[in-house]
C-alpha cells in the first residue's frame, strides 16, 4: 500500500497514476515532457485543421453540386435532390470535424496530465479518422494535412522516452 504523501512522481515510478484530488484542491502535477507538451499542441492544430477543412468543404459544396448535376443521367434524380442530398452529408461532416477535434483536444489535454487511457482513446479516435477518410473515400487535401498531424502527435505520445509518464495500471491482488 502506498503512503498518502506521496508525490505523483513518486507514484508514477511505482506505475501508479496520478493521486486522485477533490476539486478546488490545489494540486501539484509534474510538468509533461517536451514530447508530450508538443503532442498536446499539434492535437489542437491537427482538430482546428479537420474543422477549416470540412467547413471549405461545406461552404464550397455548390461546385461539388454543380459537378454531380453536369454527370447525373438518372433522370429520376433530381438537381434539387443532388443539392439537398449533398447539403446534409456536408454538414454532417462539418459537424462530425468539430465533435472529433473537441475530442482530440479534451484527451490531449488528460493524456498531458499523464493519464494512459487518454492515449489508448486518442489512438482508437485516429484510426476511426483514418478508416473513415482513406477507405470510406471523405478527405481533401487540408483534413489529409490534418490527419498527419494528429498521426505525428500520437507517435509523440509512444516514443519510448515519455513512457514513463503514462504508467501502466497493475492489477490489484485481493
Known amino acids: 500500500m502506498t503512503a498518502a504523501n506521496e508525490s505523483d512522481d513518486e507514484r508514477r515510478a511505482q506505475g501508479l497514476p496520478p493521486a486522485p484530488s477533490l476539486p478546488g484542491d490545489e494540486v501539484d502535477r509534474p510538468a509533461p515532457p517536451r514530447p508530450v ?5 499539434l492535437w489542437v492544430v491537427s482538430g ?3 474543422v477549416i477543412g470540412y ?3 461545406f461552404f464550397g459544396r455548390q461546385v461539388t453540386i454543380d459537378r454531380l448535376v453536369r454527370e447525373n ?9 443532388i443539392a439537398d442530398g449533398l447539403t446534409v452529408l456536408f454538414a454532417v461532416l462539418l459537424v462530425g470535424a468539430v ?8 484527451f490531449a489535454w488528460k493524456a498531458r496530465q499523464g493519464t494512459r487511457s487518454a492515449r489508448t482513446i486518442l489512438t482508437v479516435l485516429m484510426a476511426i479518422t483514418l478508416i473513415f477518410q482513406l477507405v470510406l473515400g471523405f ?3 487540408v ?3 490534418a490527419t498527419l498531424l494528429g498521426l505525428v502527435a500520437l507517435a509523440l505520445m509512444y516514443i519510448p522516452s515519455v513512457q514513463p509518464f503514462f504508467p501502466k ?3 490489484r491482488k485481493q
Open 139 to 141: 478527405y481533401t487535401t
Open 169 to 171: 495500471v497493475g492489477r
Open 48 to 50: 482546428v485543421v479537420f
Open 73 to 81: 443521367t438518372n433522370p429520376q434524380i433530381s438537381p434539387e435532390r
Open 99 to 106: 465533435s472529433f477535434a473537441a475530442l482530440y483536444v479534451l
Open 55 to 57: 467547413a471549405l468543404l
Open 143 to 145: 483534413t489529409l494535412v
Open 37 to 41: 507538451q508538443v503532442s498536446f499542441w
